[in-house]
């Protein structure tokens, strides 16, 4: 069992920097967290309080139920997996998995068997015997995934793990992160700030901004019901357009735009009748269609999809992502229809989801 709580985290720098507020996070037994967000907004310094490397400034930590935020690292019975794999060069793929053991003067033969386990989970029998720079940069990251399963820990963190790796081995390497999260059914917190680890990864998704959490849910809920512009523009790629809009009767009008809105989507937009919003549209819910006019500046055939580019009335800018192999030329007029909107409050940026 391992559940960890993270009740009112402050993290204040000796320099007087504020880089977490009020981090409130329950995390369950077995389910996999990822923290995600721009460079800085505060996900490494909320792992790291986690960890034990940094003091929690104000706030509780619970790890099944007891309090441990003054406990030092050493004792929190968490494994930590850095971006940097930091290795032994001169040591066996065996002797660094075995080194905390080793360290911890564990029974030779029971170390032997968490070893000969832990490779045989991450695929690494055949390579016990050479040295790292044997291996490629995916197979070092299993070592150092592989040096924190021999420990079982309660709680396995992991810091941007897949950032040295290039794209093909980084899609492997999470796929293979995933099995071993259903694998071994342990708490993990992961940080990153690529937005697909976290949609591909996580059970639930914490996204930050300046050290204030944005939005707690599920990859769906965050992709299908982002809190607030910051959300809806940070998950989903190419990320989601947005347009400044007015309500007028039973439309939206602004920059060349005119789309109708249906009833449900009126009764959420009661209270803004005549008032401007912001449209958020994700570029795979446009259609080809006539509501939306643009002069098309760029056609990226991807395969399966091809992504339109244009400009519209008042330099208005539209990424599109239509289904199929499209062949629009450029200086072109292309007409959109939009099939799913965002609304958000023009002041306080935060959706508008009416009453529900
Ligand atoms: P992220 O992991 O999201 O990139 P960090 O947690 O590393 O962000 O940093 C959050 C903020 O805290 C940043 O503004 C960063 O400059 C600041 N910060 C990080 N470490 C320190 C430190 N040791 N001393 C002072 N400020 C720091």
Not at 303 to 319: I, R, S
Request: hydrophobic residues 40%; glycine residues 8%; contains cysteine.
């Amino acid at each position: 069992m391992a559940e960890l709580s993270l009740q009112h985290i402050d993290k204040i720098y000796d320099n007087n920097v504020q880089a977490v507020f009020d981090f409130n996070l329950d995390v369950k037994d077995g389910e996999l967290i990822v923290l995600v967000g721009p460079s800085g907004c505060g996900k490494s310094t909320t792992l790291r309080m986690v960890a034990g490397l940094e003091d929690i400034s104000n706030g509780h930590l619970l790890l099944d139920g007891k309090d441990i935020t003054q406990t030092p690292a050493k004792d929190r019975d968490m494994a930590m997996v850095f971006q940097s794999y930091a290795l032994y060069g001169h040591m066996t793929i065996y002797e660094n998995m075995a080194f905390s053991l080793t360290l911890r003067k564990e029974d030779p033969n029971v170390i032997h068997k968490k070893v000969l386990a832990a490779a045989e989970i991450l695929g690494l029998t055949s390579q016990l015997n050479k040295k790292p720079a044997q291996l490629s940069g995916g197979q070092r990251q299993r070592v150092a995934m592989g040096r924190s399963i021999v420990r079982n820990p309660k709680v396995f963190l992991f810091d941007e793990p897949l950032s040295n790796l290039d794209a093909k081995l980084r899609g492997a390497t999470r796929r293979e992160i995933l099995l071993l999260h259903k694998r071994l059914q342990a708490t993990m917190l992961y940080v990153t700030h690529d937005q697909t680890e976290a949609l591909t990864l996580a059970d639930r998704i914490v996204c930050m901004s300046m050290g204030h959490v944005q939005q707690v849910g599920t990859p769906l809920e965050l992709y299908d019901s982002p809190n607030n512009v910051f959300v809806a523009s940070f998950i989903g790629l190419p990320p989601m357009n947005f347009y400044d809009v007015k309500v007028v009767g039973k439309e939206l009008q602004g920059n060349g735009l005119k789309v109708a809105l249906s009833d449900e989507e009126q009764a959420v937009l009661a209270g803004y009748q005549g008032k401007e919003i912001t449209l958020g549209v994700r570029p795979e819910n446009f259609t080809e269609g006539t509501e939306f006019k643009v002069t098309v500046t760029n056609n990226e055939n991807l395969g399966m999809n091809t992504l339109v580019y244009g400009t519209g009335e008042g330099n208005v800018k539209v990424t599109a992502k239509l289904k199929g192999w499209k062949n629009y030329k450029v200086g072109e007029t292309a007409g959109f229809n939009i099939v799913r909107k965002h609304f958000f409050d023009k002041e306080t940026t935060n959706a508008i989801r009416g009453d529900k």
